[in-house]
T-cell receptor
Framework: KAGVTQTPRYLIKTRGQQVTLSCSPI?????VSWYQQTPGQGLQFLFE???????NKGNFPGRFSGRQFSNSRSEMNVSTLELGDSALYLC???????????FGPGTRLTVL | ELKVEQNPLFLSMQEGKNYTIYCNYS?????LYWYRQDPGKSLESLFV?????AVKQEGRLMASLDTKARLSTLHITAAVHDLSATYFC??????????FGTGTLLAVQP
């Protein structure tokens, strides 16, 4: 059974640009969550989608947005990139609410 | 606001020794997760604890949850080098939102 996949794995952007990251959950999983991991702030929740609806959002500025498609694949977008957006972005999928969440390999974003 | 504290932040152990990582959280939740992360890698799910008193064991790792004390522990028995990694606890919030602890970097020395 294929795990959670994320593309691209690595990205280098410059300040002011925008970026789109993609996540494909495990087949059958309808919940997709996104997290940002940095050395200073640790792992922080960005948002969660279920059946194309955002159910929960973390404390991030509006430059961070996301969406989910009918096949449960999800994308997150960061506009007007700042140096502080450099991080590992992880997505996780879950079959059942309040149960195990499986993480993808992550996308490492570097903003120069 | 839910906060999750782990201690210690860094743990250097000798092979064969036992130790415990502690995870305290600030508000009521009955969902506690433990993950392992190797350098440069993603998070690997270790345990999902969904009720007060839950105890789960896998190999040399055992996790428990006390929702009344808002405390989870991850006990390591007879550590081996392969257990060297960063361990995170995470508490379940609304829907599938997870609030992560700071992580414990475990280094097992031969």
């Amino acid at each position: 059974k294929a795990g959670v996949t994320q593309t691209p794995r690595y990205l280098i952007k410059t300040r002011g640009q925008q970026v789109t990251l993609s996540c494909s959950p495990i087949s059958g999983h309808r919940s997709v969550s996104w997290y940002q991991q940095t050395p200073g702030q640790g792992l922080q929740f960005l948002f969660e989608y279920f059946s194309e609806t955002q159910r929960n959002k973390g404390n991030f500025p509006g430059r961070f947005s996301g969406r989910q498609f009918s096949n449960s694949r999800s994308e997150m977008n960061v506009s007007t990139l700042e140096l502080g957006d450099s991080a590992l972005y992880l997505c996780a999928s879950s079959l059942v609410d309040y149960n195990e969440q499986f993480f993808g390999p992550g996308t490492r974003l570097t903003v120069l | 606001e839910l906060k999750v504290e782990q201690n210690p932040l860094f743990l250097s152990m000798q092979e064969g020794k036992n130790y415990t990582i502690y995870c305290n959280y600030s508000t009521t939740s009955d969902r506690l997760y433990w993950y392992r992360q190797d350098p440069g890698k993603s998070l690997e799910s270790l345990f999902v604890l969904l009720s007060n008193g839950a105890v789960k064991q896998e190999g040399r790792l055992m996790a428990s949850l006390d929702t009344k004390a808002r405390l989870s522990t991850l006990h390591i028995t007879a550590a081996v080098h392969d257990l060297s990694a960063t361990y995170f606890c995470a508490v379940g919030g609304a829907t599938n939102k997870l609030i992560f602890g700071t992580g414990t970097l475990l280094a097992v020395q031969p």
